[in-house]
């Protein structure tokens, strides 16, 4: 089992809708979850982390995170084609490294 | 804002030269990481540095090492370039709390 494991996709979401990202980990006592966003050829650049249960909101970005089911997801509300990449899940294991999944495509269509 | 540079965009290298890829931050933080990327394998950390002249070996330290004479800069060395050393080599920084912010990033071919 990997230790962040993401669906690599391609998630395919009309322009404006709400895309799903889903990302969940094996170590129970990680403390910290980053979203990542990674345009083709470009590096990885963070939008989002969260440390506590429940929802954190930022924008058309909200992500989730719930400690008991092991999961973290990232919503994309009113998508736009500008929102097409890949989004990188990553984790703060309890022996404070940082894990990347391996990340889901994401493709906006107009 | 947080900057991470890396010396090179684009790097192409024969077989068996050696090779030095550097990152420099603006933001005197402590931690610096090089990763590299492969489709279908993610993020591999490589190599990190806690402190200046300190290092740590990641996931995959084989064929590489790192210099870290000063804060702000953490060099990549690949001692004997080999084609499967062809890859994307990212450099990080991170705050500390963890959340990690890249370099743009150096796409390495080695012939």
């Known amino acids: 089992q990997k230790e962040v494991e993401q669906n690599s996709g391609p998630l395919s979401v009309p322009e404006g809708a709400i895309a799903s990202l889903n990302c969940t980990y094996s170590d129970r006592g990680s403390q910290s979850f980053f979203w990542y966003r990674q345009y083709s050829g470009k590096s990885p650049e963070l939008i989002m982390f969260i440390y506590s249960n429940g929802d954190k909101e930022d924008g058309r970005f909200t992500a989730q995170l719930n400690k008991a089911s092991q999961y973290v997801s990232l919503l994309i509300r009113d998508s736009q084609p500008s929102d097409s990449a890949t989004y990188l899940c990553?984790?703060?294991?309890?022996?404070?490294?940082?894990?990347f999944g391996s990340g889901t495509r994401l493709s906006i269509r107009p | 804002d947080v900057k991470v540079t890396q010396s090179s965009r684009y790097l192409v290298k024969r077989t068996g030269e050696k090779v030095f890829l550097e990152c420099v931050q603006d933001?005197?933080?402590?931690?610096m990481f090089w990763y590299r990327q492969d489709p279908g394998l993610g993020l591999r950390l490589i190599y990190f540095s806690y402190d200046v002249k300190m290092k740590e070996k990641g996931d995959i330290p084989e064929g590489y090492s790192v210099s870290r004479e000063k804060k702000e800069r953490f060099s990549l060395i690949l001692e004997s370039a080999s084609t499967n050393q062809t890859s994307m080599y990212l450099c990080?920084?991170?705050?500390?709390?963890?959340?990690?912010?890249f370099g743009p990033g150096t796409r390495l071919t080695v012939t």
């Open positions: 990080a920084t991170t705050t500390g709390y963890y959340e990690q912010y």
């Open positions: 990553a984790v703060k294991s309890s022996a404070s490294k940082i894990i």
């Open positions: 933001m005197d933080h402590e931690n």
